[in-house]
C-alpha cells in the first residue's frame, strides 16, 4: 500500500536526506565526507520487498547526486552496498508472517487472481532466499571503516 511505500520512504530516504542536509554546511566547510547506506536491493528490485527496494533506489540516486554536487566543495559521498546478510528483519519466521500480513490486506479479486498457490510459492522462495544469505557483518565494517578514513575511498562499496 502507499502506507507501507511512505513509512518506509520516511525511515530509509526521507530521514537520510534530511540529516544529510542539515550537516551540509558543516561539511562543506570542513570538507567532509558522507556515507551512506544502501543496499544490493537499490540495484536489483526484489519481488515482496518493493518499499524497501524504492527506498534503497532512492538512496542510491540522492548519494550519486549529492556526490556531483558537492564535488566543488570538496565534500565526498560514498555508498556501501551491504549486500545480503542474515539480520532480524529476514528471519524466515517473520519472512512468512509478512507475507500473510499482506495477504490478508488483498481484496478477495486479487486474492482469486494469484490463488493460494502464489502464496505459498512466495513463502517457498523466500525461505530458500534467507538460507543463502551471509552470516558474517565484517566485511560490512570494513566497507564503512575504509570510505571513513581511507585516503582514497572508492565511492560505491559493494
Not at 26 to 52: D, E, Q
Not at 101 to 119: A, D, N, V
Not at 139 to 149: K, S
Request: glycine share 6%; hydrophobic share 40%.
Amino acid at each position: 500500500s502507499v502506507a507501507d511505500h511512505q513509512a518506509v520512504l520516511n525511515v530509509n530516504l526521507l530521514g537520510l536526506i534530511d540529516v544529510t542536509r542539515t550537516f551540509l554546511p558543516l561539511l562543506k566547510k570542513s570538507r567532509g565526507r558522507v556515507v551512506n547506506v544502501a543496499s544490493a536491493a537499490g540495484r536489483l528490485a526484489i519481488p515482496g520487498i518493493a518499499p524497501y527496494s524504492v527506498s534503497k533506489y532512492g538512496v542510491e540516486a540522492f548519494s550519486d547526486s549529492l556526490r556531483r554536487a558537492m564535488r566543488c566543495f570538496g565534500v565526498k559521498v560514498h555508498i556501501i552496498e551491504p549486500g545480503f546478510f542474515r539480520t532480524n528483519i529476514n528471519q524466515p519466521a517473520d519472512v512468512r508472517r509478512g507475507l500473510d500480513r499482506i495477504w490478508q490486506r488483498q481484496s478477495p479479486e486479487t486474492k482469486e487472481e494469484y490463488g493460494e498457490e502464489f502464496l505459498q510459492a512466495s513463502k517457498d522462495a523466500a525461505e530458500a532466499a534467507t538460507k543463502n544469505l551471509r552470516q558474517d557483518p565484517a566485511a560490512v565494517v570494513d566497507a564503512m571503516e575504509h570510505a571513513l578514513c581511507s585516503t582514497h575511498p572508492r565511492s560505491r562499496y559493494v
